[in-house]
């Protein structure tokens, strides 16, 4: 079939469901809606689509564009659910259910015919950005395919929603008053469902040392007390928070600024936003690496063993991995293979796997020109620990997504098991760069040079399943994002066990080994990294504009051409 995106930005959820209607044979267009009908007018015309879906819309489609042609909502709540804050509504009140409803565009917001659904469980200590990419983006795709199947038959004729129930539905926008934290009043739970509900926009407007911030993240920490309100300590970054009953370590933080301002406002690390208004004296804890059953803390990066597998846990808030963040990892790495094992496993966790480089941190550096040069150094000292580690095998593990040095990382291990509904983004074009972290030497060696080339230069994201065809993954997991962790465990140690493993590791020995003969590494590196000095410091490069725009979150003017390029005709 022919079907047409309709979205206001192309976010993780309008790449998953290209992929997977693409993976399903179908020919998709994308068109982004920007605030231009006229535009979205065009686009409909010249794309001539048999259907229309509009997987994330935060404005109304033109009446004419839904009165000529049947166009789908994806509304990120359950039937009679209705609203722009509907995920914040949950998350906030402690639902412990939730589901995504595909219904036909009216001129009432959200009442439109229910072509189907789909039901979710909302796991507890889960962030709304999280279940966005997880669950509800799982739900989202049954729901979107099912509903394609029953427009394509021609027959099916979709439920009314009744007014009753849609009056009783309706809930307003999450204003920052609902969200605002009494930490003289509310219990743990209640600070981490408001913080939750807000992770990752619009965060917490709260007031702290004398500032007004948006708090982002919210963890739980049981041994930590103080005052409620009171800082605790600071952790990699992050900081800890009293509450009345416990703490909370929060990870990111983001200034307000007075409407109108010039003045940027973008998350960094909560310690690295608050510089030198951190009171003197403040502890700055170690992040454990192992935790005791039951502990509840947060630490970015654990390690876990169980017979002939470790596991080395992490996760960054948005992917993102500043050069500090890339060293304690890979010191973290140095430490697992150092232990008796005969695979290690990296990842392992719900959500985003990496995407390469911090740049919030870098755009925030007294001279982000060698703030890059630093992360990206330190990024490629971490991929190349993987690749240059023969003694044992490596897995890596994808709950979530990765991008551009981030999907390089998990390349380089011997296998790549993708949890089914991650999105890969191969590619370092859309940021103005020539790209590192190897993947001159990884990515054909999996997928050829011309597939490679390809890859970069088509700036589009590929499916879990799609990189299983391509060579770029071994597996596909057909579990949850709560299931993961277990099946993860459960092939790693069959991998461990398996009775031809030694030799499987001689001969990726002697295949690094040989390749190292043929190109070292080290002349790879040379050479990614002789561009990515001129996409840096060279003033004419474009990358400096780009990385800014993006960490601003600046609105495009127009559908980015990479995507433009995508036709339902094609």
């Known amino acids: 079939m022919q079907i047409l995106l309709i979205a206001s930005a192309f976010n993780s959820l309008t790449q998953r469901v290209l992929t997977e209607l693409q993976d399903r044979g179908h020919s998709v267009g994308v068109t982004l809606a920007l605030g231009d009908d006229e535009a979205l007018r065009d686009a409909v015309a010249r794309h001539a689509p048999q259907l229309i879906v509009a997987p994330m819309l935060t404005s109304a489609i033109p009446e004419d564009v839904w009165t000529e042609h049947t166009c789908l909502i994806v509304h990120p709540g359950p039937p009679g659910d209705r609203g722009p804050s509907s995920l914040d509504w949950a998350l906030q009140g402690g639902a412990r259910s939730w589901g995504v409803t595909v219904l036909q565009a009216v001129a009432e917001m959200d009442a439109g015919d229910v072509w189907a659904w789909s039901p979710l469980a909302v796991p507890p200590l889960v962030g709304k950005s999280d279940l966005y990419r997880g669950e509800v983006a799982d739900a989202a795709v049954d729901a979107v395919l099912l509903a394609v199947e029953r427009f394509a038959s021609g027959t ?16 307003p926008f999450m204003k920052q008053a609902q969200r605002r934290i009494d930490w003289a009043t509310q219990s743990t739970d209640s600070v981490l469902r408001t913080l939750r509900a807000a992770d990752s926009q619009p965060g917490v407007l709260d007031d702290l040392l004398g500032a007004a911030w948006y708090l982002h993240g919210g963890h739980p920490e049981d041994e930590l007390r103080g005052q409620p309100g009171e800082l605790l300590a600071t952790r990699a970054g992050a900081i800890c928070r009293a509450t009345i009953d416990g703490a909370v370590w929060i990870a990111q933080l983001r200034p307000w600024r007075e409407p109108g301002s010039a003045l940027p406002s973008y998350k960094l690390p909560a310690a690295q936003a608050l510089g030198e208004r951190l009171p003197p004296g403040l502890p700055e804890l170690p992040a454990p690496l192992q935790l005791p ?70 755009e ?159 002349q790879y590196r040379d050479e990614e990294l002789a561009h990515m000095r001129r996409n840096f410091f060279d003033a004419s490069e474009p990358h400096a504009g780009l990385r800014s725009a993006f960490v601003r979150k600046e609105k495009a003017l127009a559908t980015p051409e990479h995507v433009a390029q995508l036709s339902p005709r094609h």
């Open 156 to 171: 099916y004729r979709p439920q009314r929603q009744e007014p009753a129930a849609l009056a009783a539905g309706w809930r």
């Open 293 to 362: 059953a039951g502990r509840q803390t947060w630490t970015d990066i654990r390690y876990s063993e169980s017979g002939e597998v470790g596991v080395l846990n992490f996760s960054f808030p948005g992917g993102a991995m500043s050069a500090a963040q890339c060293r304690r990892l890979l010191e973290a790495y140095r430490f697992a293979c150092t232990r008796p094992t005969k695979v290690l496993v990296l990842g392992g966790m719900r959500d985003f796997f990496s995407n390469g480089i911090h740049l919030n941190v870098i």
């Open 364 to 522: 925030a550096a007294d001279d982000p020109s060698e703030e890059s040069w630093a992360n990206i150094h330190a990024m490629n000292d971490l991929v190349e620990a993987v690749l240059s580690t023969t003694d044992r095998l490596t897995v890596s593990a994808l709950g979530g997504n990765a991008a551009a040095g981030g999907v390089m990382l998990a390349l380089a291990a011997d296998e790549v098991w993708c949890r089914d509904g991650v999105i890969l983004n191969p590619h370092y074009k859309l940021m103005g760069l020539h790209g590192s972290e190897y993947w001159s030497y990884i990515l054909p060696k999996r997928v050829g040079e011309h597939e490679a080339k390809r890859l970069m230069q088509s700036a589009l994201p590929v499916s879990a399943k799609r990189a299983v065809e391509l060579g770029m993954a071994e597996r596909v997991l057909q579990v949850s994002p709560g299931e993961l962790g277990d099946e993860v465990a459960r092939l790693a140690a069959q991998l461990g066990a398996a009775p031809k493993l030694q030799a499987r590791i001689a001969r990726k020995q002697a295949a690094r080994k040989r390749d190292e003969s043929i190109k070292p590494l080290q």
